[in-house]
């Protein structure tokens, strides 16, 4: 079975601190992104990689970089987490023409 | 812009009701649209796309360009199909970048 682990499923972290999230896949998709899913607002994306050591930004990327040094495995970073950043993380990996396959999602909240 | 909206938050339907999950698109490209699916505790997996024109679990939906909608229908509906719905709209080519609507509960009632 195909799969995307995200690392942690519950993560609580102090403001200003260096968060980091991890998401790997063993299917060797092309194109991995990350999501944060909010009630009311959907998925939005924040950055996506169509390949090592390359990525774009999504929609949100304020607050946030990430970092693709393998192929399977794309890391979302808060420089300097804030409260506001207190959301559900989803990983996803793409190949060319398929559908998403996401992560189970880490759940980080920012006290 | 891609933008991707779906107007219901909540849709609740009793068992064995005709359900119609409304998905209207905006985008001035050839576009791959999708349905994605959420059960409870559970992550986000892809229901259909419209490529493959399928039908899963009793779903089905046509793009329709003259509207640019991708309504989510099925006749029957059942308690199991209670979940969160998401549409979404890809680029066709590029860099398969996708835009997600802001989803809709739908809540069969028994």
């Known amino acids: 079975d195909v799969k995307v682990t995200q690392s942690s499923r519950y993560l609580v972290k102090r403001t200003g601190e260096k968060v980091f999230l991890e998401c790997v896949q063993d299917m060797d998709h092309e194109n991995m992104f990350w999501y944060r899913q909010d009630p009311g607002l959907g998925l939005r994306l924040i950055y996506f990689s169509y390949d090592v050591k390359m990525k774009e930004k999504g929609d949100i990327p304020e607050g946030y970089s990430v970092s693709r040094e393998k192929k399977e495995r794309f890391s979302l970073i808060l420089e300097s987490a804030s409260t506001n950043q207190t959301s559900m993380y989803l990983c996803?990996?793409?190949?060319w023409g398929d559908g998403y396959t996401f992560g189970s999602g880490t759940r980080l909240t920012v006290v | 812009a891609q933008r991707v909206t779906q107007p219901e938050k909540l849709l609740s339907v009793f068992k064995g009701a005709p359900v119609e999950l409304k998905c209207n698109y905006s985008?001035?490209?050839?576009?791959?649209l999708f349905w994605y699916v959420q059960y409870s505790r559970q992550r986000l997996q892809l229901l259909l796309r419209h490529i493959s024109r399928e039908s899963i679990k009793g779903f089905t939906a046509d793009l329709n360009k003259g509207e640019t909608s991708f309504h989510l229908k099925k006749p029957f509906a059942q308690e199991e199909d209670s979940a969160m719905y998401y549409c979404?709209?890809?680029?066709?080519?590029?860099?398969?970048?996708?835009?997600f609507g802001t989803g809709t509960k739908l809540q069969v009632i028994p």
């Open positions: 996803a990996s793409r190949s």
């Open positions: 979404a709209l890809a680029r066709s080519g590029g860099y398969q970048k996708v835009t």
């Open positions: 985008y001035s490209g050839s576009p791959e």
